[in-house]
Nanobody
Framework: QVQLVESGGGLVQAGGSLRLSCEAS????????MRWYRQTPAEAREFVAA???????LYANSVKGRFIISRDNGKNAVHLQMNSLKPEDTAVYLC?????????WGQGTQVTVSS
């Protein structure tokens, strides 16, 4: 059974940093594309960052220059280093991963940024 498990969320003051991780299990090969999204009760799910199997990256404009996505193929994991956090970054952060045939989602980790 394939599972994606996020970790690293928490409460941080504005200007602070957090590092999220998402580790995939139950697979015999690495995920191809891995992405981070975020969601609040009032907003639709928002794309945050993506990383391909060749380590090509893409960021939402709202996080560009502050967040860094990376992957650890040895652990089939993706990380999101979040710096200079703002209150508007508060959300549940969800990890999505694609194999050759389908996508998988984690349950999410809460990030709260206080002003």
């Amino acid at each position: 059974q394939v599972q994606l498990v996020e970790s690293g969320g928490g409460l941080v003051q504005a200007g602070g940093s957090l590092r999220l991780s998402c580790e995939a299990s139950g697979l015999t090969s690495n995920m191809n594309l891995m992405r981070w999204y975020r969601q609040t009760p009032a907003e639709a799910r928002e794309f945050v960052a993506a990383i391909r199997s060749d380590n090509g990256t893409l960021y939402a404009n709202s996080v560009k220059g502050r967040f860094i996505i990376s992957r650890d193929n040895g652990k089939n994991a993706v990380h999101l280093q979040m710096n200079s956090l703002k209150p508007e970054d508060t959300a549940v952060y969800l990890c999505e991963g694609w194999t050759e045939t389908r996508e998988y989602w984690g349950q999410g980790t809460q990030v709260t940024v206080s002003s």
